[in-house]
């Protein structure tokens, strides 16, 4: 129970991140899987009918243009939205595709002439020598002007394909203005969307991605698509400047400026990298920690490193495929099936139940007092369960009256639970 007091003191001086680099805040709405309609099967057979790329070049990759072809997402994970089509898209925080993952089973044309079964030497015949090649990944990249391409290989065959949203700059003579004064101007800097109409932000709009600390505000923002990033408080912020900034006649003067560095890396290829490297992460922590359903049909994995609201717990099935991702908040303590689809979970402020196949959350308990329940989670010293009797039992002091005890009955998507007297 000590962690609930470290909590209770770092929230009090307001050094909880709301957000990290590993998981930014992407602006993707996390929706409820249903039954699949027939409009967003049709909407899948439009999209296999052209190029992937056309379809988001053609939308200028903006998520209200592209609705019509992608249909309702059906799961978010790990900051990917997954349609029915076998795609998965990331969307940055106003509204564009930044990232674009094709699987295996897409069925249309990821670029004209290239599908996900076009075998590794096919791909190299029809377009060329690879802009990128990372042998430690299994991947090679094409750079186009407005995208790039990047194709991981299992052996021979593609395992994933992923487009990247690459952006052209707007007007470098705000950014060598914003560089020339990353210190005067550090306090609107540091605050994107209160500062709209300044500087950088008034003629790119706002950052792809922005990063905060609770209490703090701003820390870091960037503009991958450009190859931009920004990082500091307001008095030591700094401007890096990766390759793939193409506005190149400038470079010379801007790394000339204090607190301005330019990166010989990529930014789209940096990302790409990032996304490879979670995944490799995320399997092997389902190898290693992997909670099975009684069926071992799926497979809960807890990612709780720290006191971030981005804990959450994850979902694979038996290919290690995700399934879904639950953010129930700070430090998931326990996870245990209640039966092949739902969990009981305990985080440091709320104890509830998770059906998996619906994406749905109920709370037992929570930090907050609630009408017709005894306790709060503060109250809580140790949880017991007894599957067989189905029961919940809080042990709240040494003493048996001290003992509270929830009972729950499972009916398909369905859960009733009753505090016993």
């Known amino acids: 129970m000590l962690a609930k007091y470290v909590f209770l003191l770092l929230t009090s001086f307001g050094l909880l991140a709301t957000g990290s680099l590993a998981g930014v805040a992407t602006g993707m709405q996390q929706t409820v899987p249903g039954q699949v309609g027939t409009d967003q099967a049709n909407a899948a057979q439009e999209l296999a009918q052209t190029s992937l790329v056309h379809v988001f070049q053609s939308g200028q990759w903006q998520r209200d243009a592209l609705g019509k072809f992608l249909g309702q997402a059906v799961k978010t994970f790990d900051d990917y939205a997954y349609y029915q089509a076998g795609i998965a898209v990331k969307w940055d925080e106003n509204g564009q595709a930044f990232g674009v993952l ?4 897409y069925q249309g044309e990821i670029v004209p002439g290239i599908t996900a079964q076009t075998p590794r030497q096919e791909i190299l015949r029809k377009l060329g020598t690879p802009a990128f090649t990372e042998q430690e990944y299994g991947l090679i990249g094409y750079s186009y002007q407005d995208y790039y391409l990047f194709v991981t290989f299992d052996e021979q065959k593609g395992k994933a394909f992923s487009l990247y949203r690459r952006d052209r700059v ?20 540091a605050e994107p969307a209160a500062s709209a109409a300044f500087s950088i932000f008034g003629t790119w709009g706002q950052p792809d991605f922005t990063y905060h600390l609770h209490g703090i505000g701003t820390y870091a ?3 991958p698509s450009i190859g931009i990033a920004y990082d500091g408080a307001p008095e030591e912020g700094t401007l890096t400047i990766y390759s793939n900034f193409p506005a190149k006649d400038v470079l010379s003067s801007l790394v000339k400026l204090p607190h301005v560095s330019l990166s010989p890396e990529d930014a789209l290829v940096v990302a790409e990298k990032q996304r490879i490297e979670q995944e490799k992460a995320n399997i092997v922590k389902v190898k290693s920690e992997g909670i099975f359903s009684p069926d071992r049909k799926t497979v809960a994995v807890i990612d709780s490193e720290g006191l971030y609201s981005s804990a959450n717990i ?16 700070h430090f ?4 245990v099936w209640l039966d092949h689809h739902w969990i009981y979970y305990e985080t440091m402020n709320e104890a509830g139940v998770y059906h998996v196949p619906t994406q ?3 709370a037992i308990l929570s930090w907050d007092e609630q009408q017709a329940v005894p306790i709060t989670m503060f109250d809580v010293n140790e949880t017991r369960l007894d599957l067989a009797k189905k029961e919940i ?7 048996p009256d001290k003992t509270y005890t929830v009972q729950y009955q499972l009916a398909g998507e ?5 505090w016993k007297k």
């Open 170 to 189: 707007p007007d470098v003579s705000t950014l060598v203005d914003m560089a020339q004064h990353l210190q005067a101007y550090g306090e609107k800097l």
């Open 332 to 335: 998931v303590e326990k996870v």
């Open 102 to 105: 094709a699987e295996p089973g």
């Open 314 to 329: 994850r979902f694979y099935d038996w290919k290690d495929k995700p399934v879904a991702q639950f953010f129930p908040g």
């Open 221 to 223: 923002w960037e503009y």
């Open 414 to 418: 369905r859960i009733q639970l009753d």
């Open 360 to 362: 749905k959350a109920t």
């Open 393 to 399: 039992a809080f042990v709240c002091g040494d003493k």
